[in-house]
């Protein structure tokens, strides 16, 4: 038991230094675009850029000129703010499938799969008449997460993994109404179906992001500097 626990720490690390990979690349980059495009419209002395400084109103009123004078610029500023959203999205998504590719790979996966069973045995065998009666997936989904929530034996890690998948995995198309049907079977085995199709996190969209991000910078410098 405390093996597991143990691996599982070492997983949780290695999960935030992926996340924290993306977060200080991708925000450092953002700030130092979103200071770099307020130093280009202050050093523009335009009339409509006169009014952006006049206050709030002023500037929402300066934006779409600041579209057509400096496009880069403005591109470069309301685009920073956007990357940033991105970055803090992916990094949390990122650093769950990590975990989640670490964890297979270190063969831990039958542990959450057996918690996933303990979950879907007790919101089942309770007979509960709200889950039997709506055979609803949207609620049986609820009801899981709940489970994962009020679990003290699982780690933070386990627990996130565990609401990532439940999250993400389509029940819609089970036909819960069907006789002599193993309902607990088929969510464990979309579930297992789910991570072997997302076994091997990918940089690619992050790359791609910071890519256009340092581009669009470069752009704004050579097109809008004064």
């Known amino acids: 038991m405390n093996n597991i626990v143990a691996r599982f720490g070492k997983i949780a690390a290695k999960s935030f230094l992926a996340w924290l990979r993306v977060i200080v690349g991708g925000g450092l980059l953002s700030i130092i675009c979103f200071i770099v495009s307020i130093v280009l419209i202050s050093n523009n002395s335009g009339p409509g850029f006169a009014g952006a400084r006049a206050g709030i109103v002023g500037?929402?009123?300066?934006?779409?000129?600041?579209?057509?004078v400096e496009f880069w610029t403005a591109l470069l500023l309301f685009g920073s703010v956007g990357a940033m959203v991105f970055y803090t999205s992916f990094a949390s998504s990122y650093g769950v499938q990590k975990a989640i590719q670490l964890t297979w790979n270190n063969k831990l996966g039958d542990v959450l799969m057996a918690k996933l069973e303990r979950y879907l045995s007790s919101i089942f065998d309770k007979k509960n008449e709200e889950i039997v009666g709506a055979q609803d997936a949207t609620l049986i989904k609820r009801n899981l997460v709940e489970e994962v929530k009020n679990d003290n034996e699982s780690s933070s890690i386990q627990k996130r993994i565990l609401q990532y998948l439940l999250k993400r995995v389509k029940l819609d198309n089970i036909d819960f109404a069907k006789k002599d049907f193993n309902v607990k079977a088929i969510i464990i085995q979309k579930a297992k179906d789910f991570i072997a199709e997302k076994m091997e996190p990918t940089m690619q969209p992050f790359w791609i992001v910071l890519?256009?991000?340092?581009?669009?910078?470069?752009?704004?410098?050579?097109?809008d500097h004064q």
């Open 59 to 68: 500037a929402l009123m300066a934006i779409p000129y600041l579209f057509v």
């Open 211 to 223: 890519a256009i991000h340092f581009a669009v910078l470069v752009l704004a410098l050579i097109y």
